[in-house]
């Protein structure tokens, strides 16, 4: 009787699939019902927007007679600049001939001949483009910035490292800058420091500080205790452990910190120049403005290979010996190659001959145009086929659904995804965007990424178990990933821009070249680190490389997968608004519309806001999907 009874009741279980496929049919059915109703139209005299605006306002009148300006924020200001100009006025000091020669020098101390050429002829590159000034420029800014970073966020992550009370203190905070995109640090800094190279270099330093503090820490957290006990030991103090054990101990991973700070430095010196940074990123935003991809191309170059000439070298420094000594050899060559240049700049002119310079503007227009007239049909087709049958309808069902039922919606996704208090902070941003006004462009912002974010996964995902299954896939695709991971973010606009025109399928293409890079790599090492013995298991069950796959490889990388669907989310947040410059429109255009026209600031200032926590509320939800338990298998006993 008990046996039929367990039979019978097995036997009415309803399916996994029932209840989500229930909610979801309500969902339509309540949406059908209320469509058009409760929408938040978006009003560009909001009174977010306006007291905004009032407020900076207030501030551009007190700048100079406020004791918070004068005697705090002014003198941030004035030191801030002072570096900067110290570092701009060595480099032009230095010469052409000089800087290159110093730059090279470097490199082969650093790394060896190799890596000397490839600076040198790196450098020198630049004023071949005709771009030696505003490449000294952003060099300067970006080493005043990364000074600035390191000179915070190294003592910040040493203290991290030492103390998990500061750590966990620390993380939210951390978690919100990295998940902030670019455009966000703009605006606020505007506000308080102004416009020009000071409020550029401290919006680089901020941004790029997060890296910094989260590589340092854990680095002092990796030193060996036993390390740290055997000095204690010896009656070493505190100090003298810090700064004999833990710092050299952690010295290669902390060459890495320099490393992505620089990186990080580079991607944000291009968006700095929208408040009037100097520097390459003029040159791309005069580009952008002009659809003129002969202007950006040289320009985003030029960022490229600074960027990979610093990477190289600081690579260099992170892989060797700590106790290895440099040779005489190598020693003597890279200060006659420093020497030569600068003996050399005494008897040239400090600028760039401008008989060297070769302009390569009109070659790339020519055949940008070649390639949109030769690719129209195809280029076109894409555009159309993605923005009619996709966008359109995506975007109009956000927009034109009740916020509530919108809101209802995420609590509910979050809920099942992630667990209650990462639901109910999704909740709590999407209020907010709802409260500041923004609601209309955030839902068009939030079709813009999701669209995005599917690509983005389906091609990474894909590329990712294609290089976890051959390692001669691997070999050949790794150097591409490295070359894609070191490039800013602006230079994804330039074949985006020049393949679609100023289109909201720009930003999208532009953004799912920019995210997919890390999304292979997260894969790839997601499936690698399966043990060795599970599949082994699997194997000697008789399943197939498909099988093993999907029912092993798959469910056991699910950590790796959703992390690499989290940062996949954030970068194509990011990379939109971004693509604000190139007719993303929504929430990128009101930012990049603040900054150039003064009456907009209001709408700008609280756009940069509303992205912010777009992007918190998508971050914690796959972030609270990576913390939860995978599902309970049946028990078929």
């Given at each position: ?291 003129q991809v002969g202007i950006m191309l040289p320009a985003g170059i ?59 503007t009109r070659p790339i227009n020519e055949t940008v145009l070649w ?267």
């Amino acid at each position: 009787m008990s046996s039929t009874t367990v039979t019978s009741a097995s036997g009415l279980r309803m399916p996994r699939w029932a209840a989500p496929a229930g909610i979801t049919v309500l969902f339509v059915l309540v949406y059908l019902v209320f469509r058009g109703t409760g929408t938040l139209p978006h009003n560009s005299e909001a009174a977010p927007f306006t007291a905004v605006t009032e407020l900076r306002e207030w501030i551009d009148d007190h700048r100079n007679d406020n004791p918070i300006f004068l005697y705090f924020l002014n003198y941030i200001r004035l030191f801030v600049d002072l570096v900067y100009t110290f570092f701009l006025s060595t480099l032009v000091a230095m010469g052409w001939p000089g800087l290159i020669g110093v730059m090279g020098g470097l490199a082969w101390l650093a790394g060896g001949w190799r890596v000397a050429l490839g600076a040198v002829a790196g450098f020198a590159s630049f004023g071949v483009f005709g771009l030696w000034q505003s490449s000294v420029e952003t060099l300067a800014l970006v080493a005043a910035a990364v000074l600035l970073s390191l000179a915070i966020g190294v003592p910040i992550g040493v203290w991290a490292g030492l103390s998990e009370r500061v750590r966990k203190a620390i993380t939210p905070v951390l978690d919100v800058m990295q998940i902030m995109p670019t455009f966000a640090y703009l605006a606020p800094l505007a506000l308080f420091f102004h416009i020009g190279a000071p409020a550029g270099a401290i919006a680089t330093m901020i941004y790029s500080m997060p890296p910094a503090i989260r590589i340092t820490a854990l680095a002092i957290g990796q030193v060996s205790p036993t390390a740290v006990e055997a000095s204690a030991s010896l009656g070493a103090t505190r100090t003298q452990t810090l700064f004999k054990v833990y710092l050299p101990l952690a010295r290669s991973t902390m060459a890495l910190a320099v490393n992505q700070t620089i990186m990080m430095a580079l991607s944000m010196v291009v968006i700095a120049n929208l408040i009037s940074a100097p520097g390459l990123g003029s040159d791309i935003i005069r580009g952008l403005s002009r659809a003129q991809v002969g202007i950006m191309l040289p320009a985003g170059i030029a960022i490229v290979i600074m960027a990979v000439v610093l990477d190289r070298i600081m690579v260099a420094v992170a892989r060797r010996d700590p106790h290895s000594r440099i040779g005489r050899g190598r020693l003597a060559a890279a200060g006659a190659l420093a020497l030569t240049g600068l003996a050399a700049a005494a008897f040239v002119p400090r600028q760039w001959p401008a008989e060297l310079t070769v302009s390569v503007t009109r070659p790339i227009n020519e055949t940008v145009l070649w390639a949109e007239t030769s690719w129209y049909g195809v280029t076109t087709f894409i555009k159309d086929t993605v923005t009619i049958y996709l966008l359109n309808p995506l975007e109009t069902v956000f927009t034109t659904a009740p916020w509530w039922l919108v809101a209802a919606g995420v609590l509910l996704a979050a809920w099942r995804v992630s667990g209650a208090r990462p639901a109910l902070t999704a909740l709590a941003c999407l209020l907010g965007i709802a409260l500041l006004g923004t609601w209309e462009h955030s839902m068009r912002t939030l079709t813009t990424v999701a669209v995005a974010v599917v690509a983005t996964l389906a091609i990474g995902v894909l590329l990712g178990i294609a290089a976890a299954r051959s390692d001669r896939f691997s070999v050949v695709q790794r150097p591409l990933l490295d070359a894609a991971q070191t490039m800013p973010a602006f230079v994804y606009l330039l074949p985006a821009l020049a393949l679609f025109g100023t289109t909201r399928f720009t930003a999208i293409f532009a953004s799912v070249i920019y995210a997919v890079p890390p999304v292979v790599r997260l894969v790839e090492d997601g499936i690698r680190n399966v043990p060795a013995s599970v599949i082994e298991a699997a194997t000697s069950t008789g399943s197939t490389p498909g099988q093993i796959l999907r029912k092993v490889q798959l469910p056991l990388a699910r950590r790796a997968i959703l992390l690499a669907a989290n940062q996949g989310i954030v970068l194509t947040l990011a990379m939109v608004v971004v693509g604000g410059l190139v007719g993303a429109g929504a929430l990128g255009y009101d930012v990049v519309l603040g900054f150039s026209q003064r009456p907009d600031f209001g709408m700008g200032f609280v756009a940069g806001v509303a992205t912010v926590l777009l992007g918190v509320m998508l971050d914690r939800i796959t972030q609270g999907a990576d913390g939860r338990s995978l599902p309970r298998k049946r028990n078929f006993t």
